[in-house]
C-alpha cells in the first residue's frame, strides 16, 4: 500500500536564499520540528548517493531514519528517500523563481509501508502525513522569512 501527495508553498525570498538554507545541514533543526541529529555515512555530504542516519524525537518516540540523496539537482530540485522500520519515504522537492524575490517550493511526497501497525496509519490517516510535511514548510517559511526557530515549537 502506498500513499502520495504533493504540498506548495510559497517564500519571500530568491531561490538562492530559499535552497542555501534547505540545502545548510546545520540549519535542519531549524526546521523540522523534532530533529536531534544528522551523522553522514557514505559519501561526499549532499552528494547524489551519500547516506546519512537522521534522528528524531517525536511525541516522546525516538525515530531512526538513513536518508539516500537520491538526485541533488540544486538550486532546481532535491530528491531523496528516507528509510526506517516499516516505512520508506521518497521526496522530490522542486524549487521555482517566481520573480521579485519569491520562490515556490513543491515537494512531493510518496510513502510505501511494509508494517502492518504503518498500512493501516496510511489508510487510516493519511492526512497526518500531509499535515506534517505542510508544517515541515511551514516552519522553514518561519525560519527562513522571520527567523522563527523550530527548535522553539512544540
Do not use: C
Amino acid at each position: 500500500m502506498g500513499l502520495k501527495y504533493s504540498n506548495i508553498i510559497v517564500l519571500e525570498k530568491s531561490v538562492e536564499e530559499v535552497v542555501a538554507v534547505f540545502g545548510d545541514r546545520h540549519q535542519i533543526g531549524d526546521w523540522q520540528r523534532g530533529f536531534v541529529s544528522l551523522k553522514e555515512q557514505e559519501g561526499a555530504p549532499g552528494a547524489d548517493g551519500s547516506t546519512a542516519v537522521l534522528h528524531y524525537q517525536n511525541r516522546g518516540r525516538d525515530m531512526t531514519m538513513i536518508e539516500t540523496i537520491t538526485d541533488n539537482g540544486l538550486p532546481h530540485h532535491f530528491h531523496g528517500r528516507y528509510d526506517m522500520e516499516g516505512v520508506r519515504n521518497v521526496q522530490r522537492n522542486f524549487f521555482k523563481d517566481l520573480g521579485d524575490g519569491r520562490t515556490e517550493w513543491r515537494s512531493e511526497s510518496e510513502f510505501e509501508f511494509d508494517a502492518l501497525f504503518m498500512k493501516a496509519m496510511g489508510l487510516m490517516l493519511p492526512g497526518m502525513f500531509r499535515k506534517t510535511s505542510q508544517r515541515f514548510m511551514d516552519d522553514f517559511k518561519d525560519w527562513i522569512e522571520h527567523g522563527v526557530s523550530a527548535r522553539n515549537k512544540s
